[in-house]
């Protein structure tokens, strides 16, 4: 029977906060008969490449706005202390700056990259290149595609670069109004929270900062499908997203 070997980064679709990571790369087995794998069966499964650099280079300097970030390390045990497989670990959204561009030009004004080396921060889902080098994952990223600086283990500490803004989401209703209790999977997803930090704001294009519309304390209604999930250590659920995403302020 033909067999074939595939090296890849798994990545599953859930993203459960910052405790989840990448896991790290396995051989598996692909028997003739899997050949005839439909897409319904298999796009749950992302499979993407990282591109490893020689050993021989020993620097890599990013160029412009963008930002070489060093991957959290994987989570290879549960909160409750069981040991997970590779296939359960989850693609992480934290790291650590290890290296920046030069900045960007806007108009006649030079704007260097927000975060310095060494500053732990929070990036999009989806974001950037990922690079193996000096026998680690890293991302190279473009500074806008950097979500927050997270300091302290508890997303609720994020702090949001740019136009970004933190939203702690409304509990969903455990009930309806018949009074029938819900089961997690038929509670509707909440586009309401309470805001609870906001970014210094976008760039104009001489350079300079603009406020954005909302302040900590806003009860706000968002884009429904917008931004970056996240679990705090006490279970409740954040999301990041641009202001631009924000649709209203309720009172």
Do not use: W
């Not at 990448?22 to 005839?36: A, E, H, L, N």
């Not at 803004?165 to 509990?171: D, H, M």
């Not at 760039?203 to 304390?217: A, C, H, K, Y």
Request: with cysteine; net charge neutral.
């Amino acid at each position: 029977m033909a067999a074939a070997q595939l090296t890849s980064t798994c990545i599953l679709p859930s993203f459960e906060g910052l405790r989840s990571s990448t896991s790290k790369p396995s051989s598996v087995m692909v028997s003739s008969p899997f050949r005839s794998l439909t897409l319904r069966s298999t796009r749950a499964l992302v499979v993407k490449a990282a591109t490893t650099v020689a050993p021989k280079y020993t620097t890599l300097k990013p160029l412009g706005d963008r930002v070489l970030v060093k991957i959290k390390a994987a989570e290879e045990k549960s909160v409750g202390g069981i040991l997970l497989p590779s296939t359960a670990q989850t693609k992480p959204q934290g790291g650590e700056v290890v290296a920046v561009g030069e900045g960007k030009t806007i108009g006649d004004k030079k704007v260097e990259i927000g975060v310095k080396t060494g500053t732990p921060v929070v990036y999009s889902k989806y974001a950037g290149t990922e690079v193996d080098f000096n026998g680690a994952s890293h991302l190279i990223l473009k500074e806008d595609d950097i979500v927050g600086i997270l300091e302290m283990d508890d997303v609720k500490d994020l702090k949001p670069l740019n136009d970004r803004v933190l939203i702690k989401v409304e509990e969903a209703e455990e009930t309806t109004a018949g009074g029938l209790l819900l089961t997690q999977a038929t509670k509707e997803k909440p586009s309401i929270g309470t805001v609870i930090a906001v970014g210094p704001g976008p760039l104009n294009e001489e350079g300079n900062r603009v406020g954005l519309p909302v302040s900590p304390g806003n009860i706000v209604l968002y884009s429904k499908y917008a931004g970056n999930e996240f679990k705090g250590v006490d279970g409740s659920e954040y999301i990041t997203l641009p202001a631009s995403d924000v649709m209203a302020v309720l009172s």
